[in-house]
């Protein structure tokens, strides 16, 4: 049997980059994978999506450049070569991922893998000893036993669809939902969002939230909030769905319907019960702050110990495990973690809202920046606005919610401030580029603060 110092099961991105990270720092390390290295965000989640809703966006402004008469033409395209452009981003990455865990001398087994007792793992009938065992198995799609689920695709389907489909019904108003109905609805296909909730992103800055759901309703995406699904039934060639709403029920016709549901934990080769594994009652893997379960040497990062379902959340969680099995010390407190929703425009946040803010004890005063006074919004033509959450008695910054073009790149500049609890002396400090989309939130900082001076 042999041994080593680390033992990571699943490649996505929490556990390969823990893999490549513990090697470099001479760790003798065995990554175990079933499927495709990269795990869901490289080949059927993050990147993927991200290619189609970026291909979606640029023809949407190439339509409102059409509209304006500054183009002629908003031209056709080929959903066909989307998909193969996709497909070749997916490859590179994963080619490079797996470029680098060879580099670092990181072993890799293909096969599915299974945890047993004292840090053991089986796959193809051998034995692998760990001094640590990391769990990152992830998440895998959630499935609602409606009658007619089977007729449904989940987002793997969806990102994989040959062809456009004409129609389309989306079960769930959550990130994934709403990221592949925006980029669809972009492409041409008629999207029904059918969510159960009274509203979309409810833990959200609600006028933020609002301002996205006008957005999709304006692109023609009919959004039904507080209605339940009852049922899929197909007949003369197409698919219906069957739906609860204000105690009456009604239907809508598609080619295709997206079960968005959410995802759950992947405990797939863990026997939680025979191995005395804590989980919590959504079966996500307990942990403390640095990633440990309750078994000795044994430590879960990413999806399968809930929190955050993001990869950038897995790679910080793969962090604090690595320092605490290095050093037995356990990291520092975590930088807050920014949440994005690649809709048209996109969405994002870092950090507390108003209404979380007052439930935390705080007295906030919101603050807000409108893209259309910004000389690089209107030079690019985006539109959008900048929120921006603070403390009246600390003057220190609480949370920042921007929608609009390049708010998952501006939400870095306000999970420094967040994490950093930027006052009202150091925004009026600080020095941005001109011009630049990122003036936005120093402005809506200071009109938190009631000091904005507006510079076009």
């Avoid at 989940?154 to 980029?183: K, Q």
Wanted: aromatic residues 6%; charged residues 25%.
């Amino acid at each position: 049997m042999e041994t080593f110092d680390i033992l990571v099961l699943g490649g996505g991105p929490g556990g390969y980059s823990l893999a490549i990270a513990a090697a470099k720092k001479g760790q003798k390390v065995a990554l175990f994978e079933k499927e495709h290295l990269g795990g869901t965000c490289l080949n059927v989640g993050c990147i993927p999506t991200k290619y189609l809703v970026d291909k979606a966006n640029a023809m949407e402004k190439v339509r409102s450049l059409v509209d304006r008469e500054i183009f002629r033409d908003a031209g056709s395209f080929s959903f066909r070569k989307i998909q193969k452009g996709k497909g070749e981003v997916t490859a590179k990455l994963v080619g490079g991922v797996q470029f680098l865990l060879k580099k670092c001398g990181v072993t890799v087994i293909n096969g599915e893998a299974s945890l047993e007792k004292n840090r053991v793992v089986r796959c193809g009938g051998q034995e692998y000893k760990g001094k640590n065992v990391v769990i990152a198995t992830g998440s895998v799609p959630m499935t609602v036993p409606i009658p007619g689920h089977e007729l449904t695709i989940d987002s793997t389907g969806a990102l994989n669809l040959e062809r456009l489909p004409r129609r389309m019904v989306v079960m769930g108003g959550g990130v994934i939902g709403l990221e592949l109905a925006s980029a669809f609805a972009c492409y041409g296909t008629e999207i029904t969002i059918i969510e159960m909730l009274p509203s979309l992103l409810p833990r959200d800055q609600k006028e933020a939230a609002n301002m996205v759901v006008s957005a999709l309703k304006k692109q023609g995406i009919r959004i039904l909030t507080g209605a339940k699904m009852l049922r899929v039934e197909k007949g003369n060639g197409a698919l219906r769905a069957v739906y609860e709403l204000d105690g009456k029920q009604d239907s809508v016709e598609a080619d295709q319907v997206l079960m968005a549901v959410g995802r759950r934990p992947n405990l797939s080769g863990i026997d939680a019960e025979d191995l005395g594994l804590k989980l919590s009652e959504k079966k996500h893997i307990l942990v403390d702050g640095a990633q440990r379960t309750n078994l000795k040497g044994v430590y879960a990062i990413g999806d399968v110990a809930g929190g955050i379902q993001l990869a950038h959340a897995a790679y910080a969680e793969g962090e604090a495990a690595l320092t605490h099995i290095l050093t037995g010390k356990a990291p520092k407190d975590r930088a807050p973690v920014p949440s994005c929703v690649y809709t048209n425009p996109c969405f994002a946040s870092v950090g507390l809202n108003t209404d979380s803010a007052k439930e935390a004890g705080f007295d906030p005063a919101l603050g807000t920046f409108d893209y259309s006074a910004n000389g690089m919004a209107l030079a690019e033509g985006a539109s959008g606005r900048v929120f921006v959450v603070a403390d009246k008695a600390t003057k220190q910054t609480l949370g920042v919610t921007i929608v609009g073009e390049n708010a998952s790149e501006l939400i870095a500049f306000g999970a420094l401030a967040v994490d950093k609890k930027l006052t009202l002396e150091e925004w009026e400090r600080m020095v941005v580029a001109h011009p630049s989309l990122a003036e936005m939130v120093r402005e809506a900082a200071l009109d938190a603060f009631g000091a904005a001076v507006h510079k076009a």
